[in-house]
């Protein structure tokens, strides 16, 4: 199978996990920040599923698996061990709708990298299930490259390419700004702020040249 990597937005999006146990609350971790409108389906569910059903993060059905509870599904995540009903999942799944398939991820058309946030940054890894262990591994050496210092250095990019857009510099002299954004001296706070600054005197005399005409 031939995958691509890609990013989706899940807000306000049906998402119907199939399965409780340890597996569908891993899944459900990285989702509960998501946005989407989460569905859990089955008899039984761990502590802590439970407890997101009970401060309503999520909607739990306590029961077997239906057709019926997958036909609104935008995602549908398949989370549990037993073969005969993870087939009956797949089979209900709606046309062009997006499935996981934690046990068999050959039979899905989504994987669920390793990943992690730092902000506006995400990294994700994936080895195309050939070793989850490595993809786990690499994403451990990345979280300390990208330590949480990267969360403000985002913030700073994200304001600092908002003020050379509204610049009358030209398109050259914009990039040159924006690479030399990349300047690993720019991870310090201090540094930030003094960019900031220039830049913000910078937008505000091309205001004030703007006015004299």
């Known amino acids: 199978m031939t995958v691509i ?14 399965g409780g146990g340890r597996i569908a609350k891993r899944k459900l971790d990285g989702l509960l920040a998501s946005g989407a409108v989460l569905t859990v389906i089955s ?3 761990t502590p802590e599923i439970n407890r997101w059903s009970a401060e309503n993060k999520l909607s739990w059905k306590p029961k077997n698996f239906e057709q019926r509870d997958a036909e609104s599904a935008f995602m549908l995540i398949i989370a549990t061990d037993d073969p005969t009903v993870n087939a009956t999942v797949r089979k209900a799944a709606p046309p062009n709708c997006l499935v ?4 068999e991820a050959e039979t899905g058309n989504v994987h669920f990298p390793a990943h992690f946030k730092r902000g506006k940054l995400s990294i994700a890894v994936s080895t195309n299930g050939a070793s989850p262990m490595l993809a786990k591994k690499i994403k451990q050496e990345l979280q300390s490259q990208f330590d949480e210092s990267y969360e403000q250095y985002l913030e700073f990019l994200f304001e600092a390419r908002q003020l050379i857009k509204q610049t009358r510099l030209s398109k050259n002299k914009k990039e040159e700004y924006l690479r030399g954004f990349l300047d690993p001296s720019l991870l310090q706070a201090k540094a930030q702020k003094e960019k900031l600054r220039e830049l ?10 703007q006015q004299d005409y």
């Open 200 to 209: 913000q005197l910078l937008v505000n005399k091309n205001s004030e040249s």
């Open 43 to 45: 008899p039984e569910v």
């Open 100 to 103: 996981n398939a934690s046990a």
């Open 5 to 18: 990597p890609i990013m989706i937005d899940l807000e306000g999006k049906n998402v119907v996990v199939v």
